[in-house]
């Protein structure tokens, strides 16, 4: 089993709909990360938690510690947000910034 | 602007030959990562370096060799035992720390002939 799991695999949906992705993770943590991957491979960080909530302009993420689960909303979504969007966590305790990467959900906004 | 930069953003290898990826950050980050990622699978670390001079094995080192001579620079090279080097590699940066969000470059395919 992953330490980190993401759902759904794929979603697709209407421009305009509400999307949530959901991340969980079985290990004890000291921050997750939200991640976009482009089309042509290039990564951007979104996000990073710790705790309680961010929000960047469309872009809303959670993350609840007790119950080792975060998830990523975009509001009011549009073609150009279609995407594979990537939740990591940086394991606690290690001593370093490695992270530990799910496998990626792959969002398709139709016009 | 700064950023990571990648290069070749596609790479062919023949079989037996080591090809060296190319990773170059103007960002001032002392820490820096090399990536593979394969097809329905996550990120998997191959080699990290918190500092010039030093870097440590990642998660599937084999195959692979590394240098920090600089801390602007980080190549890593695909040497010809590594059996399936077919793949996307991404480079990544960042300040170090375990609260610090990492910097992606755009990532070189890497295909064999």
């Known amino acids: 089993k992953n330490e980190v799991e993401q759902s759904p695999q794929n979603l697709t949906a209407q421009e305009g709909e509400f999307i949530t992705i959901n991340c969980s993770y079985s290990v004890g943590i000291s921050a997750l990360h939200w991640l976009q991957q482009h089309p042509g491979g290039g990564i951007v960080s979104l996000f990073m938690?710790?705790?309680g909530k961010k929000k960047h302009g469309r872009l809303i993420a959670t993350i609840n510690i007790q119950e080792k689960h975060s998830s990523l909303h975009i509001t009011a979504s549009h073609p150009r947000d279609s995407a594979v969007y990537i939740c990591?966590?940086?394991?606690?305790?290690?001593?370093?910034?490695?992270?530990?990467f799910g496998t990626g959900t792959r969002l398709t906004i139709i016009p | 602007d700064g950023g990571i930069t990648q290069s070749p953003k596609y790479l062919f290898r023949k079989e037996g030959q080591n090809v060296t990826l190319s990773c170059e950050q103007n960002?001032?980050?002392?820490?820096m990562y090399w990536y593979r990622q394969d097809p329905g699978q996550g990120l998997r670390l191959i080699y990290y370096?918190?500092?010039?001079?030093?870097?440590q094995k990642g998660d599937i080192a084999e195959g692979y060799s590394v240098s920090r001579e600089k801390k602007e620079s980080f190549p890593l090279t695909v040497t010809s035992a590594q059996k399936n080097p077919t793949a996307f590699y991404l480079c990544?940066?960042?300040?170090?720390?375990?609260?610090?969000?990492?910097?992606f470059g755009d990532g070189t395919r890497l295909s064999i002939l």
């Open positions: 990544a940066s960042s300040f170090g720390g375990s609260r610090q969000p990492q910097h």
């Open positions: 990591a966590v940086t394991l606690r305790g290690f001593g370093n910034e490695k992270l530990t």
């Open positions: 938690l710790s705790s």
């Open positions: 960002l001032n980050h002392d820490a």
């Open positions: 370096s918190q500092i010039v001079n030093d870097f």
